[in-house]
């Protein structure tokens, strides 16, 4: 059998899924649905989700950790 990964810029990937982090109640609930999917690349809108540069309210970086998905901004 055929090794059938996605390779972009020298990583590679086993889902070819793009998923975002939109239309969800809270980060929990968007890890879940994420975790789900089996997605390893996420779509983020940065101006609207907080990812770090909001000190002391949640962040999104604590539920889906860079170490484990591919973060990109739109």
Not at 3 to 26: E, F, P
Not at 50 to 73: A, C, F, H, R, V
């Amino acid at each position: 059998m055929q090794n059938d990964q996605l390779i972009i810029a020298g990583k590679a990937y086993s889902s070819r899924l793009l998923v975002g982090t939109g239309k969800y109640q809270d980060f929990a609930q968007t890890r879940a649905a994420i975790e789900a999917s089996g997605a390893e690349i996420v779509t983020v809108a940065i101006r609207r989700t907080n990812i770090g540069q909001e000190p002391g309210q949640p962040s999104l970086l604590d539920y889906l950790p860079p170490s484990k998905y591919t973060l990109l901004p739109n």
